[in-house]
């Protein structure tokens, strides 16, 4: 049995080597400009250091705290399902609260707004 998987390993190794060799080897052929960088969609030949909004990276990083915070939810549910005392829906209490007032407080003041007056 361990001759057999080693032989289809080596021979599989052995063919996917062939086909990276022989794909590679095509990639040259053609032309340059996929040798090229690409930037996303902007021409690499304008000015690299663009203007970025402040207020899109402000709410980008409080979207991703959020979102890291409802994630650290998940497992305390799955716990919550199976035993229900005091201790779990205390401290499932008291991360709701700082999470409803952390939101609430960039609501206050106004980093959630994206268009301001």
């Known amino acids: 049995m361990f001759v057999l998987i080693f032989s289809f390993a080596l021979v599989l190794s052995t063919l996917l080597i062939f086909v990276y060799f022989l794909t590679n080897y095509l990639s ?14 902007f021409d690499p030949l304008s000015k690299m250091r663009s203007p970025f909004s402040t207020r899109f990276f402000l709410l980008v990083v409080l979207f ?8 650290l939810l998940f497992p305390v549910l799955s716990v919550f399902s199976s035993s229900l005392n005091f201790f ?21 003041e106004g980093a959630l707004d994206w268009f301001s007056v």
């Open 64 to 71: 991703l705290i959020f979102d890291v915070e409802i994630a």
């Open 88 to 108: 779990t829906i205390s401290g499932l209490l008291l991360f709701l609260v700082v999470l409803l007032f952390g939101v609430f407080h960039e609501w206050n």
């Open 28 to 41: 040259y052929l053609e032309g340059g400009e996929k040798m090229t960088a690409f930037e996303c969609g």
